[in-house]
């Protein structure tokens, strides 16, 4: 007698309880937080790409601002910079200046 498995039958696939019920499981799922966006672009010429200091000036005075590059898109004699940093809460205070004295 020869003993052979259903091919139906998934080994990987967790089996299904009788009461018809959801399996459920104990792994603990992980993610990043969620974060959103806001987006900006800047275009440069090729020369200023190349130039060696526009590019640099751009991108410091932008991470100054808390902007990140995020892509370089072609666009043929051009190049967009595609910037882009979280988006500030609403709950989040912008801080500036200094703060007013304190009253006793």
């Known amino acids: 007698m020869h003993d052979e498995e259903d091919p139906d039958d998934d080994p990987d696939e967790p089996e299904q309880p009788d009461d018809g019920a959801a399996p459920t499981s104990h792994i603990p799922t992980v993610g990043l937080p969620a974060r959103e966006w806001e987006y900006s672009t800047e275009v440069l010429t090729l020369a200023q790409v190349a130039d060696g200091t526009t590019l640099v000036k751009f991108l410091q005075a ?3 601002e808390g902007w ?10 051009k190049r967009v910079l595609l910037m882009r940093r979280s988006k500030r809460s609403s709950h ?7 703060a007013p004295p304190d009253h006793n």
């Open 92 to 98: 989040e205070s912008r801080r500036v200046g200094f």
């Open 68 to 77: 990140e590059l995020a892509d370089v898109i072609d666009g043929g004699e």
């Open 62 to 64: 932008s991470a100054a």
